[in-house]
C-alpha cells in the first residue's frame, strides 16, 4: 500500500473556496478511482488556512492514476490561485486502527 501524507496552505480570503473544491475532490476521488483505498482531506484546527491531506492507494498503478486523473489535474491547475501550493511526504503506516 501507497500512503501520501499532504499540506494545502490557502491563500487568506480563499479558505472556502478551496475547501468546497476539495470537498468535490473527495468525491470525484470516490467515484473515479476504485483503486483509492482511502482519501481524506482535515482542516487543520490551530490554522484554518491549512488542509491536511491522508491518502492511501492500492500500489504506485493506482497512485499513478490518481496522479493523472482528469478532475485531479482540473484542481490542480485551479490550486495555484488558490493556496501557496502543496507539500506531500510519502510515509510510512506503523500503526492505524479503524473500526
Known amino acids: 500500500m501507497i ?5 494545502v496552505t490557502a491563500r487568506p480570503g480563499r479558505e472556502e ?11 470525484n476521488v470516490r467515484r473515479e478511482e476504485p483503486h483509492t483505498v482511502s482519501y481524506a ?3 487543520d484546527a490551530a490554522d484554518p488556512l491549512v488542509f491536511w491531506f ?7 498503478a493506482a497512485r499513478a ?3 493523472s486523473a482528469p478532475h485531479i489535474r482540473a484542481d490542480i491547475a485551479r ?3 488558490l ?3 502543496a507539500a506531500l511526504w510519502d510515509v ?8
Open 3 to 7: 500512503t501520501v501524507l499532504a499540506r
Open 17 to 27: 473556496e478551496l475547501r468546497a473544491m476539495l470537498e468535490a475532490q473527495v468525491a
Open 41 to 43: 482531506v482535515y482542516r
Open 54 to 60: 491522508l491518502e492511501q492507494y492500492e500500489d504506485e
Open 65 to 67: 492514476l490518481h496522479s
Open 79 to 81: 490550486l495555484d490561485a
Open 83 to 85: 493556496s501557496d501550493g
Open 92 to 99: 510510512e503506516v506503523v500503526g492505524e486502527m479503524r473500526r
